[in-house]
């Protein structure tokens, strides 16, 4: 579980050096409202996917459903943003439906955090 937590803590990181970079892309280029959208989707959802790894203590279900929103939201950060900025500097996509799909996982990452969240209340309550 461990090596989970690092794993998604690094991407994090990767996540959030990416959106920096963005941001400065963004500032420097004509047109870079695109990029400026990568660089807020990319550093918002690099801060949630640490704090919601940090949730993760043990191996209990409910952990694992806080790593698997983590990893849900970081993968549809990564596509999403890497499809836009890819159409943004190269006008080229990384494949039809990319950035949709991001989205629609990082919706589902999002839900399972809340599933997750529900599930500890009422687990707590038992």
Do not use: C, E
Request: zero cysteines; aromatic letters at 6%; hydrophobic letters at 65%.
């Amino acid at each position: 579980m461990q090596k989970t937590i690092d794993a998604l803590a690094a991407l994090a990181g990767l996540m959030g050096a990416s959106g920096v970079a963005a941001a400065a892309a963004a500032a420097h280029m004509p047109g870079g409202a695109r990029l400026a959208s990568v660089a807020m989707i990319l550093l918002v959802h690099a801060a949630a996917v640490l704090a919601l790894t940090a949730r993760a203590k043990d191996s209990t279900p409910v952990n694992r459903l806080w790593l698997a929103s983590a990893l849900a939201i970081a993968l549809g950060a990564g596509l999403f943003s890497a499809d836009v900025a890819l159409f943004t500097l190269r006008a080229t996509r990384l494949f039809p439906m990319a950035a949709p799909t991001g989205g629609i996982t990082m919706i589902a990452g999002w839900l399972l955090a809340a599933i997750a969240g529900f599930a500890g209340l009422f687990q707590r309550y038992r």
